[in-house]
């Protein structure tokens, strides 16, 4: 399988990993884990929090916030450690979390996935796109190794979502961005067939050494 081939299936397999799942960062921490990327829990580093007085249209569509609800918006990176793993923008309506919640989501760095867990949250896709894979970047993931030089926050694949409780309140709308590091593991992975398959051959040869 080609570089290019090799990664516009994992970013599928992310793709569909993401789609179906209920919560962002139980996703990515399980795609994390199998693939070995960074250590620790899933973290945010907060970019822009904002109480809004005016909404996107199509974000004020989907909430649909009464008079007596405010919209609150809060931009982030989503790290597993020191690495990248997506930027997300976020609305959503205080008013509609548990008491506490919109606190911790003020004043943390916990993931609003995390925060809002015990309402059983799903999510509903209104639209995915994966971008399409450059040249360049492919060029860069055959001359480095993953653990020595990570392909650069390219955005491989974007999601547009609302968050809805386990009663179907709706809770939020979320734009998210997923980074080239989430992939950048197969970047290893043609060095490490080599390896192997010299080793395998090695193996063969001292074995047809000692038979007499």
């Known amino acids: 399988m080609t570089a290019n081939a090799t990664l516009h299936a ?3 397999d992310l ?8 919560r962002v960062t139980e996703t990515l921490l399980a795609w994390c884990d199998e693939h070995g990327l960074s250590k620790g829990p899933i973290s945010v580093e907060c970019c822009l929090r904002q109480v809004l007085v005016a909404v996107p249209d199509e974000v004020s569509a989907a909430l ?4 007596h609800e405010t919209v609150h918006f809060r931009q982030v990176r989503i790290m597993r ?5 997506a930027m997300a923008e976020n609305w959503f309506v205080p008013q509609r979390l548990a008491a506490g919640m919109s606190d911790v989501l003020q004043t943390t760095r916990v ?12 999510r509903r896709i209104l639209a995915a796109q994966v971008r399409p894979i450059r040249s360049a970047l492919c060029e860069d993931w055959s001359r480095h ?6 392909l650069l926050s390219t955005i491989i694949l974007e999601h ?5 409780s386990g009663t179907g309140a709706v809770l939020a709308c979320v734009k998210e961005k997923f980074f080239s590091e989430l992939v950048a593991f197969a970047a290893s992975e043609p060095a490490r067939q080599v390896v192997d398959e010299r080793s395998r051959a090695e193996s063969v040869m001292q074995h ?3 038979e007499p």
Not at 111 to 122: E, K, N, W
Not at 145 to 150: D, K, N, Q, V, Y
Request: aromatic fraction near 2%.
């Open 10 to 12: 994992l970013i599928q």
């Open 15 to 22: 793709n569909i990993r993401l789609s179906a799942g209920a």
């Open 64 to 67: 649909a916030p009464t008079k």
């Open 81 to 85: 450690g020191p690495l990248p793993l």
């Open 111 to 122: 993931p609003f996935g995390t925060v809002i867990a015990p309402l059983r949250p799903s």
């Open 145 to 150: 190794t993953a653990a020595a030089h990570p």
């Open 160 to 164: 547009e979502a609302v968050i809805c």
């Open 208 to 210: 047809e050494e000692l």
